[in-house]
Every structure is written in structure tokens, then in C-alpha cells.
């Protein structure tokens, strides 16, 4: 029987070092288990990574939102020097018409010689070239013929009268005319349509008799007021207009018509497309029937409203109180501009911020609820495809944001 003896382990591995070398963190068994995690680790960076940027997307929408909101509310230096030079010519108006009102028309004379070049400026830059013969323009230059070429004439100063007083009045109220006194755009329009009947009812009511009989006969020749006549010699001057602009516009720049300039025919006609007259006169077949009886309407529509020209040409207060509500109801238009268009404006770029930022609270969502983030069964090379995915849908994202922003006018 051999004896027991103790064996020398220094060159054996103990049970402890076997565990050790077993469970070490470099030991997987060959399946990889280091690249996995590895991998797993530079996903989850790259998810949060993703996350960061949306973070950060959002706070650029938030940016640009408010920038955007600014942009609309705030002014510019410009419209901030316009605003306060319109309250200022108002007070001027106010104070000569009370205190030196044979110095009225000079005023408005003023007035017209500045603001119309930039006014034909604008719109021929803005291909609304052909609205620069519409009848408004028309009375607004008979007006400076009567107080500078033809103070003499009657029968001008009865036409005068009669479109001041009638068609451009009553123009504030239907084409919703608004005296927005930062825009030098409305507050011309403004001018175009209240300043003539002003002016009209100084020169006819403010400045003494002496002084009208000796600088506008014209006026002095009228002691009552003939409203057969007046409306016979006003329709003749209407004509002159009405024929001319359509020989000049409707026929001669037909071909302009068509490529899409705009007239306030075709304007009118689309605006009141649904409505029962526009419906009529859209309905008729032919252009040469839709235009005339779009003169026709605009002829008895000039015709009602002259029909109280003799109360405003006999009776001062009548008169005055007349263009005191024309005036007010573009002030109040303009109120409405203000309070309307600026509210409604921010009310789309609160629903446009709400927008983007459920679109992006879903890309949110989508990428916490992902595999990536919750892995349960799945392989590196899924990981790797989901991750793909992912990158190339908040790539395409990113990009058509770009693009609407570049294409967005605040």
C-alpha cells in the first residue's frame, strides 16, 4: 500500500483563481457578450444624444416664436415716424380748418402731391397698376382741376361735390376703408377716400362768402341746388371716366387681364362671387354682359349716393356732421385692423408653436418607447437597423422644418 503523501500545487490552478478566470469580465463565453454591451452603451449615448437635439429643437421653435410674435407687433422705425407724423397732420387739419381755412385746399394740395407718387410707386411695383384709373383717383384729380385750373366752372364744382360727397364716402363704408395711420398704404387710402368731402365742406361752408366769390366763382355761381342737373352733369362726367377706363383698361390691356393683372372689376367679381348680385352677374355668358352690368350697378350705385348732395350742400351742420361719421367710421375700421388682424395674427403663430411642438412630443415618444430604449429580444445587427431608422426619420424631420421656415412669411 502506497502511502498518502502531499503534492506540491504550485504549479496547479486553485478553485478561487479557476472562478475568478471563469467569471472575469474579459470571459464570455464566446458569445460576444463585451461587443454587445459595448454596442448597447454607444446606442443608448447615440438615443440621448437624439433626445438633447430634440431638446434643443424645441427651444429653437420656442425662439423663433417669439421672434416671429415681435416681428408682427413691433413696428419699424419708419412706420413708428409715419404714425406720428399722420396724428400730427390730423391736429394740423384740425387747426386750419378752424383757424385759417382758406388755407385748407393748399394743405390738401400738399398732402396729394406727396402721397401720390408713392403711391403710383407702390403699386406699379406691386402690379396694381390698373386700380390707379379707378373712379376715386379720377375725382381726387378733378378736385385739384377745380381749385387750380377751373375754379370758374359750375359745372365741375356740382360734379366734384356730388362724387366727394357720394361715391368716395360711401366707399369708407363699403370697401371697409381704415385709417391705420402706421401704414402709409391705408392711411393714403384713407386720403384718397375722406380728405375730397373734407375739403369739399370747408370750401363750401368755412370760408367767407367774399373770399369764395372772388378764388371759386364756381361755387358762387350755385345759390340752390338743381338735382336734376346736378345729377344729369355729374353722370356726364361719370361717363367721361366709365368709358375711358374701360377703352383704356378693359380693352387695350385685355391681354394684361388675363396673365392675372389685377383690376377692381375682377376683384369685385371674385370678392362677391357668392353673394345674390355677384352670383347674377358671374352668371351671365358673356364678358361684354358681366362688364356692363357691372357699370350699371355702379352707375345707380352713384346715383343713391348723391341723391342727399343738396342736404349737405344747403345745411352746414347736416354736412358736417356727415363727414364727421365718414371720418369716424374709417377710425373705427382702423381700430378693427389693430385689434383684429394683429390678434388673429398671433393667434396662428400660437397654433402653429402648438403644432410643432405635438409633432415633436410624438418624435419624443417615439424614441423613448423604441427597442433601443427598452431592449428585450433582439440582436446587435436589429439595434443597428432600428438605429438607422431612427437617425434617417429625425434627419428627414430636421430637413422639412428647414424647409417650411425658409418658406414661412411672418
Known sequence: MSSLSRSNSTGSVPYLDMSKLMFANDFDFGLNL????????????????????????????????????????????????????????????????????????????????????????????????YYLADLCYYVNLL???FIWVFPESPTLFVSVFSLSLGTLSWAVITWRNSLVLHSIEKTTSSFIHVMPPVTMFVMVHELPEEYIKLRYPGIAAIDNWNFVASIITTSVYYTIWQVSYHYFISIRKKDQIEKGKVTSFSYLKNKNKSTPLGKFVNGLPYLWM?????????????????????????????????????????????????????????????????????????????????????????????????????????????????????????
Open 143 to 145: 378736385l385739384m382741376l
Open 290 to 410: 358681366q362688364t356692363l352690368a357691372f357699370t350699371l350697378i355702379q352707375f345707380f350705385y352713384q346715383l343713391l349716393t348723391m341723391t342727399p348732395c343738396p342736404i349737405w350742400f344747403k345745411y352746414k351742420h347736416a354736412c358736417g356732421a356727415f363727414v364727421v361719421f365718414i371720418f369716424l367710421w374709417a377710425s373705427y375700421n382702423g381700430a378693427t385692423y389693430y385689434i383684429d388682424v394683429f390678434g388673429k395674427r398671433l393667434e396662428k403663430e400660437v397654433d402653429k408653436l402648438k403644432k410643432e411642438v405635438i409633432n415633436l412630443q410624438q418624435e419624443n415618444e417615439k424614441i423613448k418607447n423604441s427597442p433601443i430604449q427598452r431592449p428585450v429580444n433582439g440582436s446587435v445587427d436589429d439595434v443597428g437597423t432600428l438605429d438607422e431608422d431612427l437617425n434617417s426619420e429625425l434627419k428627414e424631420k430636421e430637413q422639412s422644418e428647414k424647409t417650411v421656415d425658409k418658406g414661412v412669411t411672418p
Open 34 to 129: 463585451n461587443e454587445m454591451k459595448t454596442k448597447t452603451k454607444q446606442k443608448l449615448h447615440s438615443k440621448n444624444l437624439e433626445l438633447d437635439k430634440l431638446q434643443e429643437i424645441i427651444n429653437q421653435r420656442l425662439q423663433n416664436f417669439d421672434k416671429r410674435v415681435h416681428k408682427q407687433l413691433e413696428s419699424s422705425a419708419t412706420e413708428k415716424a409715419f404714425y406720428a407724423t399722420s396724428v400730427f397732420l390730423i391736429f394740423c387739419a384740425g387747426f386750419i380748418i378752424g383757424k385759417y381755412p382758406i388755407y385748407f385746399p393748399y394743405f390738401h394740395t400738399a398732402l396729394f402731391v406727396v402721397l401720390m407718387p408713392i403711391r403710383f410707386y407702390t403699386y406699379f411695383k406691386s402690379s396694381f397698376q
